[in-house]
């Protein structure tokens, strides 16, 4: 046997073994109840701590910027330290029930009969009006994901465009997995940041299918590798900026922004859904950026940007 040949065969073998190991994983993850996940991360964040200096480090500045920007209370410190480590578990746990199709959530299919309840109510008072759905960066991206997911069948929709920057197939083939949600990446396929035809792209999905999903609250900082279009707002009583698109995006088809966020207590997931925006009036930025305030009070232990030194206090004006 050549030397060529035993290295295919030994490469066959480890793919296997990854394939079942890997396999094996998700079984176990998809039967895993939602609070033991919530424990299991907080244990898991305990036990790095101790030995990793970055974890502890990223845990305690989550904590003192929350203790100092919205009067955290110390009880809140190691949900809001272990929250990168939640927010895995969480996504991935939630990636394999699906993928064993082990999702029957009530938790979060009650959030996304409310959404609907609320686009709805929309639907009948203005008959046509364009929705822009915008979760907040908390607890989870793939919660969220399955929310707005559940929000596309109740409606009937065949598909729904949904903005992403999260890196794609972390955990597996995202399009095979969700093929219904059809994610228009502020990237390229070379990982490289890229607004080339977004807008379009978005603009004619929310003129196609009357609801489209973008993260309103991303905060600028997360897209300084290319100039960018910021606004001016306050946040906690600071000068702050958001990001513009949404605001770009919206005003040429007069939509609504329907921000909300999810939440995460004791293995129970809950929604909280803000009153409509209109994108074209000259103050929505200031009201998104107060339902971002609110948010960060209220929610602050699962928010995914916590701990970073600027978040919306960004000195760029473009």
Known sequence: MSAGTISQFFKRLYARFAGGRLALRRRLLARLPFVAVERGALASWMIRSVFDGGTRANGVSRYETGRIDVGLART????????????????????????????????????????????????????????????????????????????????????????????????????????????????DENGRESRNGLGLRVIRALRRDGV?????????????????????????????????????????????????YLSFEKGRFGVRIFDPIALADAAAPQYLANDIEIARRENYPHWLYAGHPSVYHFAAAR
């Open 76 to 187: 809140q410190a190691l949900r809001t330290m272990s929250a990168n480590v939640r927010e895995a578990w969480l996504d991935e746990r939630i990636y394999a029930g699906r993928a064993l199709h082990r999702d029957a959530w009530p938790d979060l299919r009650a959030a996304a009969q409310q959404l609907v309840l609320r686009i709805n109510q929309i639907r009948t008072k203005e008959p046509g009006r364009v929705i822009v759905l915008s979760p907040f960066h908390y607890v989870s991206q793939y919660a969220n994901i399955w929310v707005v997911d559940e929000v596309r069948r109740v409606l009937g929709m065949e598909s729904m465009a949904v903005v992403s920057g999260v890196q794609r197939d972390m955990y597996g083939n995202d399009a095979a997995m969700i093929p219904s949600i059809r994610v228009l990446y502020t990237y």
């Open 212 to 260: 489209a999903v973008v993260f309103s609250d991303v905060p600028p900082y997360t897209l300084a590798k290319f100039p960018m279009e910021t606004v001016g707002v306050t946040i906690g009583d600071r000068p702050a900026r958001v990001h513009n698109g949404v605001f770009r995006l919206g005003m040429p088809v007069d939509a609504l922004l329907l921000p909300f």
